[in-house]
């Protein structure tokens, strides 16, 4: 057990120091891309990004957290074999990678005139009939990554994204600078490349684990793919609506903007400067909180699936007080040198002024990525999907509502509203469900006996 831990601190230091490089170098990467193609582009860049990130939902059925969570209780099962799992994750993907590649082909035209405008649109849809090389190998790669984080060995899925960061930024740095291609150009061939070249590298590194472990998972294994699939779906129908409700907010600001005045390459260059400055330096404190949650995934399954409540209760307990310390320490910190930190990463007094305007909700933000990594390690699919639902319902509908009439402060709104209802949830349906009580928070139960004791000294 004092192994187990001592690996699971190992690799969390390990994935904090890497998630630091990766944060940093990508806000480095946005400052340089906002100077040197222009706010607007990169705003473009970041919508681009998201209906990205709903199709590799679509193309990938969520493969790294199904993997992951499914290969870490497959592992600890008798006559389990982690192997036979990692096939179906992979057949799995190759089926949804096509599928989607065929769906987002299909409409590429539609999606480019309606979401991106017409000045846009050939570049666009160029850059979607490339998504296919994409989908699949950032689909295929994030199945041995899901699978490596399983094993214990998180730091290995960690080396694979840096080795896919530093591809990416190589390529998008190199086309910039040679200026002829447009940002969805360079968007796709730096993802493809990098999704490639960190596919080789986890497939080299899985080659070499069998070899130099020939008689390892030779169980028949307790799942087949049918079985696979059953326990896979509410995962996959989980990140898939959360993709497609993020997709929507992301693309409803800039429409909502240009409804509210602003020309088409003003709202792209607000929308560019809020997701490539002010998120990113709101979520660059986070890499602890970031780094556990892949590791809290696979420990609460396993002790979920051997029934073991009394460390599920504790995890939970001290991953809410110290996460809840840490965010506070972090918003505190954003909000006093919010203009400071905005000014330097290029984006100037008006992500300065968002990034102090937003960090008092920093806490809810932090908290719902431990809170979400015990909720999926618990199997509780269905109350993270309804409760993203309702998150997303709420951000959507101040967006609608009063982007139009108070412009980028309706969605400062829309992230208070939604953060602070979801992640209250979140907390209550976690606390109830675990059974944790104030006496598994040291700090809390600490005050809590002071207080008793100055009652008694005041009444004695």
């Given at each position: 057990?004092?192994k187990i831990k001592?690996?699971i601190i190992?690799d969390?230091v390990?994935?904090a120091?890497m998630q630091?490089?990766?944060d940093?170098?990508a806000?480095?990467?946005?400052s340089?891309?906002?100077?040197?193609?222009?706010?607007?582009?990169?705003?473009?860049?970041?919508l681009m990004?998201?209906?990205?990130?709903?199709?590799?939902?679509?193309?990938?059925?969520?493969?790294?957290?199904?993997?992951s969570?499914?290969?870490?209780?497959e592992?600890?099962?008798?006559?389990g074999?982690?192997n036979?799992?990692?096939l179906?994750?992979?057949k799995l993907?190759v089926?949804?990678?096509?599928s989607?590649?065929?769906?987002?082909?299909s409409?590429s035209?539609?999606?480019?005139?309606r979401?991106?405008?017409?000045?846009?649109?050939?570049s666009?849809i160029?850059?979607i009939?490339?998504?296919?090389v994409?989908?699949?190998s950032?689909s295929?790669?994030a199945?041995f990554?899901?699978y490596?984080?399983?094993?214990r060995?998180?730091?290995?899925?960690?080396?694979g994204?840096i080795l896919?960061?530093?591809?990416?930024s190589?390529?998008?740095?190199f086309m910039?600078?040679s200026?002829?291609?447009s940002?969805?150009?360079?968007?796709?061939?730096?993802?493809?490349?990098?999704n490639?070249?960190?596919?080789?590298f986890m497939?080299?590194?899985f080659?070499k684990?069998r070899d130099c472990n020939?008689?390892r998972n030779q169980?028949?294994?307790t799942?087949?793919?049918?079985?696979?699939?059953?326990l896979a779906?509410?995962?996959?129908?989980?990140?898939l609506l959360t993709?497609?409700l993020s997709?929507?907010n992301?693309?409803?600001?800039?429409?909502?903007?240009?409804?509210?005045?602003?020309?088409?390459e003003?709202?792209f260059a607000f929308?560019?400067?809020?997701?490539?400055i002010?998120?990113?330096?709101i979520?660059f404190?986070?890499v602890?909180p970031?780094?556990?949650?892949?590791?809290v995934?696979?420990e609460t399954?396993?002790?979920?699936?051997?029934?073991?409540?009394?460390?599920?209760r504790?995890?939970t307990?001290m991953?809410?007080?110290y996460?809840?310390?840490?965010?506070a320490i972090?918003g505190?910190l954003?909000?006093?040198?919010?203009n400071?930190?905005g000014?330097?990463?290029?984006g100037?007094?008006?992500?300065?002024?968002?990034?102090s305007a937003?960090?008092?909700v920093?806490?809810f933000i932090?908290?719902?990525i431990?809170l979400e990594?015990i909720?999926k390690?618990?199997?509780?699919?269905g109350?993270?999907s309804?409760?993203?639902l309702?998150?997303y319902v709420i951000r959507?509908?101040i967006?609608l509502i009063f982007?139009y009439?108070i412009?980028?402060s309706?969605?400062?709104?829309?992230?208070y509203?939604?953060?602070?209802?979801?992640?209250?949830?979140?907390?209550?349906?976690?606390?109830?469900?675990?059974g944790?009580?104030?006496?598994d928070?040291?700090a809390?139960s600490?005050?809590?006996?002071e207080?008793?004791v100055?009652i008694r000294?005041k009444?004695g």
């Amino acid at each position: 057990m004092l192994k187990i831990k001592n690996k699971i601190i190992k690799d969390t230091v390990l994935l904090a120091i890497m998630q630091i490089f990766l944060d940093f170098s990508a806000i480095l990467l946005n400052s340089f891309i906002t100077r040197k193609l222009g706010a607007a582009a990169v705003g473009i860049f970041s919508l681009m990004g998201s209906f990205l990130g709903l199709a590799g939902i679509l193309a990938s059925g969520n493969a790294f957290l199904c993997t992951s969570r499914l290969i870490a209780e497959e592992s600890g099962r008798k006559n389990g074999n982690i192997n036979r799992v990692l096939l179906h994750g992979i057949k799995l993907c190759v089926i949804l990678s096509v599928s989607t590649s065929i769906l987002v082909i299909s409409f590429s035209k539609i999606i480019a005139v309606r979401f991106f405008g017409a000045e846009t649109a050939d570049s666009v849809i160029s850059a979607i009939r490339l998504m296919p090389v994409a989908l699949v190998s950032g689909s295929l790669s994030a199945c041995f990554k899901g699978y490596f984080n399983a094993s214990r060995k998180a730091s290995t899925a960690g080396i694979g994204d840096i080795l896919e960061f530093i591809v990416k930024s190589a390529v998008i740095i190199f086309m910039a600078l040679s200026g002829n291609q447009s940002a969805c150009q360079i968007m796709i061939v730096s993802i493809i490349s990098g999704n490639i070249v960190s596919l080789l590298f986890m497939m080299f590194l899985f080659a070499k684990e069998r070899d130099c472990n020939p008689q390892r998972n030779q169980g028949r294994g307790t799942l087949n793919f049918r079985q696979y699939l059953q326990l896979a779906f509410p995962i996959m129908f989980g990140g898939l609506l959360t993709a497609v409700l993020s997709s929507a907010n992301d693309a409803l600001v800039p429409i909502c903007l240009r409804q509210a005045g602003d020309s088409q390459e003003q709202a792209f260059a607000f929308f560019g400067v809020f997701e490539a400055i002010v998120i990113p330096a709101i979520f660059f404190p986070s890499v602890i909180p970031c780094s556990l949650s892949g590791i809290v995934v696979t420990e609460t399954a396993r002790a979920s699936a051997s029934g073991n409540t009394d460390k599920i209760r504790r995890m939970t307990a001290m991953l809410i007080q110290y996460t809840l310390l840490y965010s506070a320490i972090s918003g505190i910190l954003l909000f006093v040198f919010g203009n400071q930190i905005g000014e330097f990463l290029g984006g100037g007094e008006t992500a300065g002024k968002l990034i102090s305007a937003i960090a008092p909700v920093v806490p809810f933000i932090y908290l719902e990525i431990v809170l979400e990594a015990i909720i999926k390690g618990l199997g509780l699919q269905g109350f993270s999907s309804m409760n993203y639902l309702a998150e997303y319902v709420i951000r959507i509908s101040i967006v609608l509502i009063f982007v139009y009439k108070i412009g980028f402060s309706g969605i400062i709104l829309s992230y208070y509203a939604s953060n602070i209802f979801g992640n209250t949830a979140r907390l209550v349906k976690v606390i109830k469900y675990t059974g944790t009580t104030v006496r598994d928070f040291p700090a809390l139960s600490w005050i809590g006996k002071e207080k008793i004791v100055q009652i008694r000294q005041k009444s004695g």
